[in-house]
């Protein structure tokens, strides 16, 4: 019979701890959200070639993405609580009760200091670095992101400053305005805030100066479109006397831009999150390409007939 009341006391130990595990599971649901709004730099690793020994190259290029803090225990925590030693099972209960009382100093909460974006908000790239690194096709520019912040949600398609890093850490260190497209929400399905027109800013560099291209302007497209591109032509024309007339002739041409993506580029998935790529592999899918186009027919310099084709339509093409 002296066992009765310790019985009766240990049953009472299990549903409390049944009944705080639920509480610690719902404020664990509660801070999800915080989890998802804070906006960090998280590391993001592409394969971008092989470099002139022929080992492979990857780049963390980073990402912005929403989270806060430290992850939630792994289920390994659990198991070892459960094989330490423990002066009773009694012990074990009080401090496995401990840790979802304050589930702040073990499960993934808001870290101090972390920005939270709220709905109309995202995350975004606040810096970015441009590296150069040399590969067996030649050098090839990549660029990183350095730091991520709040960035407001805009409801039409425009033109935003984004800053970019060149020679970074050296004397030539240049950052300018490359810009970006923002805003498509409520875009038509199929259709993304795009650039439409181009500006170009010089740098200095250890070998020369370079010529940078920006964006001057946004427009609402589709994924794969064109764009503008003007070409200056010197033509000869005969006037009613016969007299030979040289003009210059300006033919827009057209460029094929965005992108036709199709299928993973995922090279490497977490073992524990099949919805985590560890390794991407860096491409363009797809190519948008010319899908019609004109001829411009004239007379050159050298009194030879020349003919320019025009690009009026383009479309993804596999």
Known sequence: MDLLPLLVFLLLCAVHQTFTAVLGKNTESRNLFTERACCRRQSHIIYIGKDISGSP?????????????????SASLEAGLMTSKYSSVLDFLRHKKTRHLHPSSSSGAAAPGSPSCGLS????????????????EGLREVEIIEDCHCEAKMSRCVRAPSLKTYFSETPYESVIDAGKCVGSKGAPEGFSCVPTKFD????????KVELIQTVAQC???????RIPYVEYHYEITYNDDGVKVESLREIDVGRCLGSCTSGSRCLLRSASDLGECLLWAEGQ????????????????????????LAITSCLCQS
């Open 285 to 308: 899918g797809n190519a948008c390409v010319p899908q019609d186009y004109e001829s411009h027919t004239f007379l050159s310099q050298q009194g030879q007939i020349r003919t320019v």
């Open 219 to 225: 427009k609402l497209m589709e994924g794969c479109y």
């Open 200 to 207: 170009s800013t010089f740098i200095e560099t250890p070998n």
């Open 57 to 73: 190259v990857n780049v963390d290029v980073g990402v912005c993405r929403t989270h806060c803090g430290q992850s939630a225990p």
């Open 121 to 136: 908000s995202t995350c975004e790239p606040a810096g970015v670095r441009v590296d150069r690194v040399m590969l067996y």
